[in-house]
């Protein structure tokens, strides 16, 4: 073989350190999870050798009747998971995914109604630094300065005004539950097109954990490696109507060849979903999500909405400390072994690289196998370096016993 036979130390050493740093520490990230090993067979599989342009028995070059049973099988197997018409697995990630909806069902400047980023949505879902902010028209809507839901009243109100060609729901950082219905009428009562990301929740959709957007939505887009613990990449669910317009879009409009390796992963990923352990699986990450938002509200903190429905819990860092910043809060506690992102709260008067808040979720641990009583330690683990950001005995010490608790629930 021309291949090489020494072993290419610089990225596999790197590779083995990620693996301890994934084993030794708490991963808290809301949109990461631990996905299987037959997922990662699949992924590092000859798929990826494979050119494939085109969609199952309409592909550009030979030698794909394997592939396309096996881009069958995703597609069949996520409808059947969804109850959805039809299915577009090849999007390599979320954002493309929305790109391949926006590009399939709207014209370059149309209006469209998004949550706003600072209130949890989503750098596609409008943000002027994004694609979809420049070729589009987004307005944006937001959460309730009372209780932090989303505002439909507000929400209907900009409808009517801007007459939208749709309103995308779905967010990345807002723990409570999305109603689809009341979006729906909304989108009825002003001729707009419903689409619903709902890439932090598909896992949450598949295991019964969230109300499901598919029966109300036009389009329902996700990302597979969030809550639905599958490979990276994206997918769209769409009604019939528009499953020419969106397959079109994505390839050849936006994406060449797809990744069938992912592919591959991807329908391995929404078989386990379909299992009844998968389902258990989902309310366990919420009832984790609530034992740490329980938790850190006894001890005084605020939460963002008062509370979670979901995977995450939304932290605002002012209730702890005025001075204590998302920026310094994740850097301490990523030193203490607890991995998450600073956010923004809503309105927030620091930049979305400062922030005033943290996002913390629980899919990675859930996954693990952890549950209310590991949630509670979590959340005393935490308050520990919060109250301490600077004390290095502290993040030692609590670096300490992140790693024997994660000793006790090993990943890989
Ligand atoms: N980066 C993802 C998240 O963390 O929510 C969204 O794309």
Redesign the pocket.
């Known amino acids: 073989m021309p291949w090489p036979s020494e072993r290419d130390s610089d990225v596999f050493d790197l590779i083995e350190r990620e693996v301890t740093r994934q084993n030794e520490g708490l991963q808290l ?3 990461e999870n631990f996905t299987s090993p037959q997922v990662m067979d699949a992924v590092g599989s000859v798929l990826t050798n494979k050119y494939s342009e085109g969609y199952p028995a309409k592909r550009y070059y030979g030698g794909n009747e394997f592939v396309d049973e096996v881009e069958d099988l995703a597609r069949d197997r996520v409808c059947a998971l969804f109850g959805a018409d039809h299915a577009n697995v090849q999007p390599h990630s ?1 954002a493309n995914a929305n790109l391949g909806v926006y590009l399939a069902l709207l014209d370059p400047g149309a209006t469209v109604l998004g949550l706003s980023l600072d209130h949890g949505g ?1 750098l596609t879902h409008g943000s002027p630094v994004n694609i979809s902010g420049r070729f589009y028209d987004f307005v944006s809507y937001g959460v309730t300065p009372g209780d932090e839901r989303i505002d439909l009243d507000q929400l209907r109100d900009l409808a009517l005004e801007h007459r939208p060609a749709m309103i995308v729901s779905g967010a ?2 807002y723990p409570r539950s999305i109603d689809p219905a009341p979006i729906r009428e909304i989108c009825d009562e002003v001729g707009a097109l419903f689409m619903f990301d709902a ?2 929740i598909a896992g949450l959709i598949a295991g019964g954990a969230h109300p499901s957007p598919v029966p109300y939505a036009d389009v329902v887009t996700f990302t597979t490696h969030k809550t639905l613990r599958g490979p990276r990449g994206g997918c769209i669910l769409s009604r019939s109507e528009h499953a020419a317009a969106i397959d079109k879009a994505v390839f050849p409009g936006l994406q060449g060849g797809p990744l069938e390796h992912v592919v591959a992963g991807k329908a391995v990923a929404f078989r386990e979903a379909a299992t009844p352990e998968f389902r258990d699986y989902a309310h366990q990450i919420v009832a984790n999500a609530r034992a740490i938002a329980d938790a850190l509200s006894a001890d005084g903190c605020r939460l963002v909405s008062g509370g979670t429905d979901n995977h995450l819990v939304l932290l605002d860092l002012r209730s702890i400390s005025e001075n204590l910043t998302g920026k310094e809060a994740q850097v301490a506690l990523d030193a203490a072994g607890i991995t998450l ?1 600073k956010n923004t709260v809503p309105d927030d008067p620091r930049s979305p690289f400062v922030t005033s808040g943290l996002r913390i979720g629980t899919p990675s641990v859930t996954t693990q196998g952890m549950e209310e009583p590991e949630m509670l330690q979590i959340a005393e683990l935490m308050m520990r370096v919060l109250r301490s950001p600077a004390d290095a005995t502290t993040i030692d010490e609590v670096r300490s016993e992140v790693r024997t608790l994660c000793g006790k629930f090993p990943v890989y």
């Open positions: 990230i809301a949109s979320g989503h990345t950082a890439a932090h992102n």
